[in-house]
């Protein structure tokens, strides 16, 4: 049975797009042009760019017209036991973990809330329906393309005390929020766990990424404990599939010797 018409085109234009003939960031011809090329209806045209843009092929941007999709090289995160290694908690992690790979990290200003967390937040913070929290989420940035977003929460408590008052602070802190909880209150991490989730994008994440809405994000929910299994903070960071994979490494396992 034939393929539709749209798809026929969708497929010549994406083998234009793998070999190399329409390059990275080369702009498609426009949909008058395309119509009279392939000889088809307006709707038809559209129907093609649809399937290039579900595919991750294409992106149409408003006003200016539909581009061939830069394709990113990935960044490989490992998920170890080892709290000294992995991107997901703290930035002085990130931000060598990074360089080790020779590619440019850049993180902004945390942007501090105090706010009441959705059900999921406060459940896996184990703390009261409709308490307080403290939030402090970041854009990261790998080679200056958007790479991850992430929201770190912590119990109200530990300010009301008057002990860590410095998470009430827009600013960076070098050695991380843990150490910094270890030294003002004497809170030591001792572990963490990490739920891994699979999604589309909400329309924050999609014009972050500059992804589709039919994209798919990894979600991962790192939460830390101290040594009476309390948790004392929840991470939650989103990264885009399309450039983000992950190593999870189980007892004394060599590092990976192939990109």
Partial sequence: MAQPMYQQIADDLRIK???????????????????????????TIRDAIKRLTSLGA???????GTFVVQKIDPFVTILTDDPKRGIVGENATYLSEVSESHREARLTTPRVEIQVPSGEIARRLRVESGTQVISRHQQRFIDEIPWSLQTSYYPMEFVTSGKAPRLLIAEDMPDGVVSYLEEAMGIRQ???RDWITARTPDSNEQSFFRISHDATVFEIFRTGFDEDATPVRLTVTIFPADRNQFIVNVGKAPGPQYE
């Fill in 17 to 43: 797009i793998e070999t190399g003939e329409l390059a990275p960031g080369a702009q498609l011809p426009t949909e008058l042009e395309l119509r009279e090329n392939y000889n088809a209806s307006r709707n």
């Fill in 190 to 192: 001792v572990g963490y």
């Fill in 58 to 64: 294409v992106e149409t941007k408003p006003g200016q």
